[in-house]
């Protein structure tokens, strides 16, 4: 069974600093990652997904991910942290049943940039 | 372009009383619908899903139910809601079709229960 897990529950940085947030997965088969954000009371917005095509994948808002098959690992960075950046991030496994993506969700991070 | 809405966005109840929550998503047929929940500090827990009108998959037993009465329609409803019912609900969607495997759930704004 997929699996993912954040290790962070909380991050804090300075504005300007490098963001780096922290997912790890557990997949049986090639796995398609998600990042999404979270802006308190609102849903959930795509940040960036990896599908197989490139290891390094670029999203919006500046964020990227590199996905690592040797480290089971796709991790979220920001070279530069702003202070809209504070939010909650949510790292996703999707497996697929039947036409029907099923998604394992990882328990969050929350962002907190300084100024 | 295609968009999702769910109502009412804020809601408090009292414990027993019923519930329905409604989404609806617009530019798209034939979607894969997923309800989930959040509570105040985890993460997102999903709760139903649909891959079309009528046929519903629970993940979880509970005193909640779904329906998708139409195509891009669908409810979350109970007949005696609890405490621990109340926290942030999500509706999502995505396309269907095969190789849905890297297909992206497009979340609505939420609707925040709070059961007293």
């Known amino acids: 069974a997929q699996s993912v897990t954040q290790l962070g529950s909380h991050v804090s940085v300075s504005e300007g600093a490098l963001v780096l947030l922290r997912c790890n997965y557990s997949?049986?088969?090639?796995?398609?990652l998600f990042w999404y954000v979270q802006y308190p009371n609102q849903g959930l917005q795509l940040l960036l997904k990896y599908t197989s095509a490139a290891t390094l994948v670029k999203g919006i808002n500046g964020f990227e991910a590199e996905f690592k098959k040797s480290e089971t690992s796709f991790h979220l960075t920001k070279p530069s942290a702003h202070m809209s950046d504070a939010a909650e991030y949510f790292c996703a496994v999707s497996d697929d049943i039947y036409n029907f993506n099923k998604f394992y969700f990882g328990s969050g991070t929350k962002l907190n940039v300084k100024p | 372009s295609q968009t999702i809405h769910q109502w009412p966005a804020t809601l408090v109840q009292p414990v027993g009383s019923p519930l329905s929550l409604e989404c609806t998503v617009e530019g798209t047929s034939n979607p894969n619908l997923y309800w989930y929940r959040q509570a105040a500090g985890r993460g997102l827990q999903l709760l139903f899903y649909?891959?079309?009108?009528?046929?519903i998959s629970s993940e979880v037993p509970q005193n909640l139910s779904a329906s998708r009465p139409q195509d891009r329609q669908f409810i979350l409803s109970s007949k005696k809601l609890l405490l621990s019912d109340s926290g942030f609900y999500l509706c999502?969607?995505?396309?269907?079709?095969?190789?849905?495997?890297?297909?992206?759930?497009?979340f609505g704004p939420g609707t925040r229960l709070t059961v007293l």
């Open positions: 999502a969607w995505s396309v269907q079709r095969e190789l849905s495997l890297y297909n992206e759930q497009f």
């Open positions: 997949s049986s088969v090639p796995p398609y």
């Open positions: 649909s891959v079309g009108i009528g046929q």
